[in-house]
């Protein structure tokens, strides 16, 4: 850990060194506290309780482990994204490269957010690696994969995005009908297939 | 049980909100004020956080299908309990403060609900603002006396001064960037968050921040430098530095501050 963060007198923010140990933290049980949220490099804990920050900080000394995580999603997705041409390129892959690099390879939910249903999922491998778009566009349609930086998602609703469009998949990300209505939960393991 | 006749600008069911379900990707949700949806509660003898009407300004018209009591906060008057007969309507209307209203009904709001609770959170698309013709039903919460309560105070017009923790990011700013000068609220507000106009705030880190948590009162810094205070309906996780805290007791008041009016920070 390389610090413990104020976030205000209800909440503090434990910056972790790896994703795997903020899944790590995310699973500890710890009295007095209320809510976490796992971002990418850091563990938001909601408490009022001063001991559970030093709680926090033992832990992570005596180095927290991750427990096993079984759930694994695939996500058939037809690879017809609109900036898939470009991608090719800035990559100097073929566009089946694109698909196949992408297809190839495990994935990790490292964190919820942006909206409701979106997965932040880890993994990607380096050649993807693209930074996003200088403009990012206005709408997105829901159902869309994309790529960014080290990230993959999918957009769960129409919204704005500045990520690089590879596909489309029909299998809703945000359901308020199922439970729970999000596909995806941090620690979740995800793999693309191409239909 | 009440018909909506006019839904005003925009208005929502909303109670204390959901908890410990930022994991799902669902924030908090909850009334924006909730002191004044406690004190509308209080005064029709209800639980602090049963359901109530949030909406905005002044507008929203309901006709009693059945008798039943009323209270509204939020207005900058006394919440007086009032008894509504069938065919009676009330309108809610206030003074120049405050901008949003509430409207208790004895035995709370009645809507679905998800994850503990029966907050419309318009960020993640759970529930939906009320239109004109829809039926409030009311949920048969237990109740106590009715009594008449002060409603919690509201910001002026000449805005209001809300104190501010230092936040996980603070060092990623100039220092005291907040407290210096004065803030705008700007049209472009809404539950998610609301949005200042200032002198816009310089960067020290210019580093790309991996996204983290957000809470409600996490004032975030995006690119143009002019802050935003999150509110309710906040997403669970942001990619800009959070450089302060709005003291929990104080995030009403940046809730309550009108468009084009003044809000300043003091350290906490």
Redesign the interface.
């Known amino acids: 850990v390389r610090a413990i963060r104020p976030y205000g007198p209800t909440a503090f923010l434990v910056e972790a060194e790896s994703i795997d140990e903020v899944h790590a933290l995310a699973q500890l049980r710890v009295p007095g506290v209320t809510q976490v949220v796992p971002g990418a490099r850091t563990l938001l804990v909601e408490s009022s309780d001063p001991a559970a920050a030093e709680t926090y900080r033992s832990c992570v000394l005596q180095g927290a482990r991750p427990l096993v995580q079984d759930t694994t999603s695939v996500i058939e997705v037809i690879y017809d994204g609109e900036d898939l041409a470009d991608v090719a390129r800035a990559t100097n892959l073929s566009v089946d490269q694109v698909i196949a690099t992408h297809t190839g390879a495990e994935y990790r939910v490292a964190l919820c957010g942006f909206t409701p249903g979106f997965a932040y999922l880890t993994g990607l491998p380096a050649k993807l690696h693209l930074p996003r778009r200088a403009t990012p566009r206005e709408s997105v349609p829901a159902g869309t994969l994309a790529i960014a930086g080290e990230w993959t998602g999918v957009y769960p609703r129409r919204s704005p995005g500045g990520w690089h469009l590879l596909g489309t998949t029909s299998t809703p990300m945000w359901d308020l009908e199922r439970d729970p209505p999000a596909l995806l939960s941090p620690g979740d393991r995800v793999t693309f297939r191409a239909i | 049980v009440l018909r909506v006749i006019s839904a005003g600008a925009l208005t929502l069911v909303e109670d204390a909100g959901r ?8 924030g908090r949700s909850g009334a924006a004020d909730s002191a004044a949806s406690a004190a509308a509660n209080a005064a029709v003898g209800n639980p602090a956080n049963a359901a109530a009407l949030e909406t905005l300004l002044d507008g929203l018209t309901l006709a009693a299908l059945q008798p039943c009591m009323v209270a509204i906060a939020g207005t900058g008057s006394p919440v007086v309990p009032t008894p509504l007969e069938v065919g009676q309507s009330v309108t809610v209307a206030g003074g120049e403060s405050g901008l949003r209203r509430y409207l208790a009904v004895r035995g709370g709001v009645d809507a679905a609900v ?1 994850l503990g609770s029966r907050s419309t959170d318009l ?4 529930g939906a603002p009320l239109q004109a013709g829809d039926v409030v039903g009311i949920a048969g919460e237990e109740t106590t006396f009715p009594e008449t309560v002060a409603d919690p105070p509201l910001p002026g017009a000449n805005g209001t001064t809300v104190r501010v ?5 603070a060092d990623w700013c100039e220092p005291d960037a907040l407290v210096v000068s004065a803030w705008t609220v700007t049209a472009s507000s809404d539950r998610t968050g609301v949005r200042l106009e200032g002198a816009p705030i310089a960067r020290t880190i210019t580093d ?1 921040l ?6 409600p ?2 004032v975030q810094v995006p690119p143009s430098g002019q802050p935003i205070v999150f509110l309710y309906d906040h ?4 990619g800009y530095p ?1 450089i302060g ?4 007791d104080d995030l009403r008041l940046v809730a309550q501050t009108r468009p084009g009016r003044t809000i300043r920070f003091v350290p ?1």
């Not at chain 2, 908890?19 to 669902?26: Q, T």
């Not at chain 2, 997403?235 to 942001?238: D, E, L, S």
């Open positions: 908890f410990g379900v930022a994991h799902l990707g669902v998800f960020l993640a698309g759970i923790y230092p936040g996980p990011r790309e991996p996204p983290e948590g957000l809470l009162g996490a997403p669970v996780t942001g959070v805290v709005v003291h929990p906490a």
